[in-house]
């Protein structure tokens, strides 16, 4: 479907607007001469009319277009500092829906920002600020299915929604997507890279090894990449906060999140309230046993026991290792709403996100006690729905056609585990030949003290779709681009501290003297 005011429109409608202007039409050619004397005078045709990004918008609204249906083509104005666009919607069929932003003044480069949860919304807002700034064609998706990102119960028996949020969606949308760039601007993307975080982790590293050739540069942050084991470690951490008197307090956590502060903090050189040297920081929650009786300032053994769950990896009987685990650090920030679910008023997250794996997706029973569940005797179930959701470490093709990948992770996630990061980097490395091979094309990067995603007492701003960039397109390393991370005022956004991101598994360590809040006082270093 075309607007007549595209550019063949144009073309089209100017004809006769040439042909009354030299005087031409229907008096036939034996005239010509007498209106171009000799010699003839340079003739300047009027320019042909471009059309305006306005109207190369419009061209999108209620346009069919690779399989896909568009609906809302709405040209956005500058305003506030950011820069104008149009912002196309649609959806594939009738389910997937997403949303395409396409910037007048384009850099020639897209970018996916993948989803959380499981999704239901779209979300376009990229997590690096580059991602909004650059002027990057900008998709999203919303994974297949609409609603709350918390409710699972669209996958019962749905394998359309269940490939699409597991697997396809983002390829699906990215093939779109493809098409409506050639449209807009006559050419592809020069470049094109992904970020997401969290569910979007996890899309990244199943583009990665799914659909290698989709993208140049990956931004992988707090990846949930495998699904199934890490749900069966929420399982297990509610089942410890349902025995009886395994429930903690939000008093209770605070007194955990201070202790390991206490503990870890000053491991790093400085007693900045950040826990930067993660790896040297180990915490017995028996060190906070109750000795006369239950009290604000103490755990009773079976708080004892819920703690050590959560800390502790998560095994099967034989004895093999399902989930890392969790370390310490930051739990009366993150606790409340992953793990106790006080911050909610119910149920923590961890297990509101566990039992709607095991009610939709691997029993297919709605009324499922979830307290009960035995992933064991459910574990054909597990690997099923694992071949669906979960990434596997092989990147060989994605490193073979030159794609470049940023994993990041914050040590007070109480989401997903860093633990999990850390293994699968390991992982990478057996999977394609070594760790010099892996290191070629990926790079690991902790963030001390932050939460899941953002948040936490650490520095959470950091600019990887700028570093990817620039490793994919310049060939620099993010370890050599001294790369900061920031936090952020909540009101102003100015930067209020600081450090360098330090390449795993290095740690920002204080130098010993300088402002504790200033980049330049610290030194990355792996003990
Ligand atoms: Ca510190």
Redesign the pocket.
């Known amino acids: 479907m075309r607007n007549p005011l595209s550019m063949a429109g144009y073309v089209l409608l100017s004809i006769p607007f040439l042909l009354t202007a030299c005087g031409g039409g229907s008096d036939g050619a034996g005239k010509w001469p007498v209106l171009f004397p000799t010699p003839a005078p340079t003739q300047t045709p009027p320019p042909t009319p471009v059309a305006t990004a306005q109207e190369k918008c419009s061209i999108f609204a209620g346009a069919s277009l690779a399989g896909a249906a568009l609906k809302e083509a709405t040209f956005v104005p500058a305003a506030a500092g950011a820069a104008e666009y149009c912002k196309v919607t649609g959806t594939l069929h009738g389910t997937l829906n997403f949303e395409v932003h396409l910037p007048t003044a384009w850099n020639n480069k897209l970018l996916y920002a993948g989803g959380g949860g499981w999704d239901g919304s779209i979300n376009i807002a990229p997590v690096s600020p580059s991602g909004a700034t650059a002027g990057y064609v900008l998709v999203a998706s919303d994974g297949g299915r609409q609603g709350d990102g918390l409710d699972a119960s669209a996958f019962l028996n749905n394998p359309t929604a269940q490939a699409d949020f597991g697997y396809l969606s983002i390829h699906s949308v990215n093939e779109v997507t493809k098409e409506i760039v050639r449209k807009r601007y006559g050419s592809d993307a020069e470049f094109s890279y992904f970020e997401g975080c969290s569910n979007g982790g996890r899309e990244a590293l199943i583009q990665a090894t799914r659909f290698p050739n989709d993208f140049d540069g990956i931004v992988v942050r707090a990846p949930a990449y495998s699904f199934t084991e890490l749900f069966q470690a929420f399982v297990a951490n509610g089942k410890a906060l349902a025995a009886p008197g395994g429930q903690l307090s939000d008093a209770k956590v605070s007194l955990i999140g201070k202790t390991v502060t206490a503990q870890?903090?000053?491991?790093?050189?400085?007693?900045?309230?950040?826990?930067?040297?993660q790896e040297a920081c180990t915490f017995n929650p028996a060190v906070l046993r109750c000795t006369a009786g239950d009290a604000d300032t103490c755990l009773t053994d079976p708080q004892i026991a819920t703690a050590n769950t959560i800390y502790s990896e998560l095994k099967r009987k034989d004895g093999t290792t399902v989930y890392p685990g969790w370390g310490p650090g930051g739990e009366d920030q993150g606790w409340p709403l992953w793990v106790t679910g006080s911050a909610i008023g119910g149920t923590g997250l961890q297990f509101q996100f566990g039992s709607g794996l095991v009610k939709y997706w691997v029993t297919g029973d709605p009324a499922f006690n979830v307290l009960g569940f035995d992933p064991e005797f459910y574990s054909a179930g597990l690997r099923l729905a694992a071949t669906t959701l979960d990434a596997t470490p092989d990147l060989r093709s994605f490193f073979g056609q030159g794609g470049k990948m940023i994993l990041a992770h914050g040590t007070n996630d109480w989401a997903i585990s860093y633990k999990g990061s850390i293994k699968y980097f390991n992982d990478v490395a057996t999977a394609v030949g070594g760790a010099s091979t892996r290191d070629a094309s990926m790079e690991f990067f902790l963030q001390?003290g932050v939460q899941h995603c953002a948040g936490g007492v650490g520095p959470d701003t950091v600019d990887l779709v700028d570093a990817v960039a620039k490793w994919r397109e310049a060939g620099t390393k993010p370890s050599t681009q001294n790369i900061l991370a920031t936090k952020l005022d909540s009101t102003t956004k100015a930067p209020v501290l600081a450090r360098p991101l330090c390449k795993y598994p290095t740690f920002p360590k204080?130098k010993g003297s300088g402002d504790v809040n200033s980049a330049d006082s610290y030194s990355c270093q792996s003990s």
Do not use: F, K, R, T
């Open positions: 870890c903090d000053a491991l790093d050189g400085v007693s900045d309230g950040i826990v930067s040297n001390p204080y």
